[in-house]
């Protein structure tokens, strides 16, 4: 038996991936948290969803969104092609099956943009791999600032969404955790700080790491 008090590379953690999903009321900061998330941390993939939306200047196809037709939709559907789907804003969405399932196994973390819809979807399919975290705007003023400020929809459009605030903030207390995003990196850093603690759960470890074993007798 090796000495228990060295440490070694296979010292890692292993652990299944998590599925960690990010709502908030449109225009409150979601996409902003998740690019800055994207960018900080190699671990976790975007989960691409699919939306009849037209693309918005900027947005690229096969990175933002996969933009179908309705009746792409319609087939995907069909062929049972989604983990969830819902409709938002006129709209429909959904999260391709894609590896997810295979990926979790093997420790690949998922990051989701998704309504309350579909995170009640994906809660109901997978409970325990699944991490969900609220974004607050700091008020309902400030949100309608932001829609405005991001200048991508009409006076028409940002009222839509403003009336559908209400509706998605009444879920927030289905979420494990909320923040809010007043300063966005502060914000940032809770997000952060919320999936390095939940990546550290014991229940997601999927084996003793060596010396632990040792240590044991096993
Ligand atoms: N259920 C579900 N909702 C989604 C999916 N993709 C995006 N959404 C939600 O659809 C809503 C509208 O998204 P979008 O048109 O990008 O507008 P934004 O929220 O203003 O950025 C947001 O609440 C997203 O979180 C999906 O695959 N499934
Ligand atoms: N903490 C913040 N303070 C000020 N503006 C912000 C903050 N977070 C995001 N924004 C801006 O608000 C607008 C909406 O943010 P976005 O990330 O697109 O929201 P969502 O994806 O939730 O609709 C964008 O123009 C973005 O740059």
Redesign the pocket.
């Known amino acids: 038996m090796g000495d228990p008090t060295e440490t070694t590379p296979s010292d890692k953690l292993h652990r299944r991936g998590l599925l960690f999903i990010l709502s908030?009321p449109?225009?409150?900061?979601?996409?902003?948290?998740s690019r800055k998330l994207l960018e900080r941390d190699p671990e976790i993939r975007l989960s691409v969803s699919a939306t009849t939306r037209p693309p918005r200047p900027g947005e690229e196809d096969g990175v933002h969104y996969h933009f179908v037709s309705d009746d792409d939709f319609d087939r995907m559907v069909e062929e049972d092609d989604f983990y969830e789907w819902a409709h938002v804003f006129g709209y429909r969405y959904g999260t391709p099956k894609g590896h997810i399932r295979e990926g979790l196994k093997n420790g690949q973390d998922y990051l989701f943009?998704i309504d309350w819809q579909g995170t009640q979807q994906l809660k109901q399919k997978d409970d325990q791999d699944v991490v969900t975290v609220f974004?607050l705007p700091p008020s309902l003023g400030e949100l309608r600032r932001?829609?405005e400020?991001?200048a991508q929809d009409s006076a028409e459009v940002i009222d839509s969404r403003m009336e559908r605030a209400r509706a998605e903030i009444s879920h927030w207390a289905e979420y494990d955790y909320v923040v809010i995003?007043?300063?966005?990196d502060e914000?940032f850093d809770r997000v952060c700080e919320v999936l390095d603690a939940e990546r550290m759960r014991r229940t997601r470890q999927t084996g003793l790491i060596p010396f632990v074993r040792e240590l044991m007798g096993g």
């Open positions: 908030s449109s225009g409150a900061g979601k996409t902003t948290l943009d974004v932001r829609l400020a991001r995003n007043d300063d966005v914000c």
